[in-house]
């Protein structure tokens, strides 16, 4: 089955800096792959999607990239902002047609 | 805006007793899911309805029965359970389809005594 993969498990950067995290998934028919963030005690809210015929999506702060060839997607925050602190997983739909989510990353952005 | 509405929001039960966890959805949406979650943990798939017929079952103990009465909802009937299926169980939602975004409720925290 699918198995994804996600560092870092906590990043922790300051207002205004950037925030990187990354994600590789081992199932190369694997063609979907949503982001979603979870503030404590909260649901987990997709905040970007990208499909495998797209190299990189981009919805105002946040961007995705995504290398089919190395099999893996990472997301990119610019301009953080407090309200960015919060769990975020990466996720892989692969041939058995189900989400497989990385282990989550906490960032945490300081003022 | 979308919406998945999961009742109760918290559940103390003791491990004789019989109890349901609820989720509702009117965006027309025909898969739904349950996921497990424990803390500091990714969600875990437990099982997908699509067309109300269940399609995938993660090899969950019996002691978890789902069901999907209509198109709008989703049960999950608990009996029996132990103390290490406390979690937060997250129900979601999405069209049908290739690559459909799904959309999470905010779960029912279960605590088992």
């Known amino acids: 089955g699918e198995n994804v993969e996600q560092h870092p498990s906590t990043l922790s950067v300051q207002e205004g800096d950037s925030a990187v995290i990354k994600c590789t998934y081992s199932d190369s028919a694997s063609n979907y792959f949503p982001w979603y963030k979870q503030e404590l005690g909260k649901r987990p809210q997709l905040i970007i999607d990208i499909r495998s015929n797209v190299g990189e999506k981009k919805d105002q702060r946040i961007a995705v990239t995504l290398n089919k060839t190395a099999k893996h997607f990472s997301l990119h925050i610019t301009e953080t902002q407090p309200e960015d602190s919060a769990v975020y997983f990466c996720a892989a739909r692969g041939t058995a047609s189900k989400l497989t989510f990385g282990t989550g990353t906490r960032l945490q952005v300081t003022l | 805006d979308t919406e998945v509405t999961q009742t109760p929001k918290h559940l103390v039960m003791g491990m004789t007793n019989k109890k349901s966890l609820k989720c509702e959805q009117h965006?027309?949406?025909?898969?739904m899911y349950w996921y497990k979650q424990k803390a500091k943990k990714p969600p875990e798939l437990m099982f997908v309805?699509?067309?109300?017929?269940?399609?995938i079952n993660e090899s969950v103990p019996s002691r978890f029965s789902p069901e999907c009465p209509n198109s709008s909802l989703l049960n999950l009937h608990l009996h029996a359970l132990q103390p290490e299926d406390s979690a937060l169980y997250l129900c979601a939602s999405s069209r049908t389809g290739v690559n459909q975004p799904q959309h999470f409720g905010d779960g029912t925290r279960l605590s088992i005594l």
């Open positions: 965006m027309g949406h025909r898969a």
């Open positions: 309805y699509s067309y109300e017929k269940l399609s």
